[in-house]
């Protein structure tokens, strides 16, 4: 079965400094993977994904993930953080099983970036 | 822009009440799904649709019902609410065939007292 984990309840960062907030997936075949962002009380909003190609995604709002094959991870970096980059953030992955496309969430990870 | 929309930010409903929640998109998308969000556990998925009159269980579909008579607009309906049903709930969108990319309402943050 596909699933996603993301292993960090929260993660603090200070201004300015870079961020990385930590996804793994186990699936059987391709991943196709994505990450979302959710501010205080709003929808989830997307962020990137990666189908194929570059291993280096790049996004919205100056987010970037790396996709590692060998270690099952997409990371979700910024090189310098923004107290406007505190949120709450998921990690997904693509489910075809029963054959629909339907997208399976981590637990989500809350990013705290401190002034 | 996509535009998803949830008929109520919050309710708050008594045991035992049939309870609605209503979703309406504006993008022509044939894909729609209902959420619910809880914390430590993410978003898990209700129901789906994939076309009009369509609908398919999620992985946690006991005690809800949904309906899509129109292809703009699904609902989910919880017939007799009880307390762990309190929770947000999210609807999403999105195209057919596209690289699965769901586009998300504000949610509706609903308590069962």
């Known amino acids: 079965a596909q699933s996603v984990a993301q292993p960090e309840d929260q993660v603090n960062v200070a201004e300015g400094n870079p961020l990385t907030v930590k996804c793994t997936y186990s699936?059987?075949?391709?991943?196709?993977l994505f990450w979302y962002v959710q501010y205080p009380n709003r929808g989830l909003q997307f962020l990137l994904k990666y189908i194929t190609g570059d291993n280096l995604v790049k996004g919205s709002y100056g987010f970037e993930a790396e996709f590692n094959k060998s270690q099952t991870s997409f990371h979700l970096k910024k090189p310098s953080a923004l107290v406007s980059d505190s949120a709450l953030y998921f990690c997904a992955v693509r489910d075809i099983s029963g054959g629909y496309n339907k997208l399976i969430f981590g637990a989500g990870t809350r990013l705290a970036v401190h002034p | 822009d996509v535009k998803v929309t949830q008929s109520s930010r919050y309710l708050v409903k008594r045991t035992g009440e049939k309870v609605f929640l209503e979703c309406v998109q504006d993008m022509d998308h044939e894909n729609m799904f209902w959420y619910r969000q809880d914390p430590g556990l993410g978003l898990r998925l209700i129901y789906f649709s994939y076309d009009v009159k369509m609908k398919e269980k999620g992985d946690i579909p006991e005690g809800y019902s949904v309906s899509r008579e129109k292809k703009e607009r699904f609902s989910l309906i919880l017939e007799s609410a009880s307390t762990n049903q309190t929770s947000m709930y999210l609807c999403?969108?999105?195209?057919?065939?596209?690289?699965?990319?769901?586009?998300f309402g504000p949610g509706t943050r609903l308590t069962v007292t």
């Open positions: 699936v059987s075949g391709n991943p196709y």
């Open positions: 999403a969108s999105s195209l057919y065939g596209s690289s699965y990319e769901q586009y």
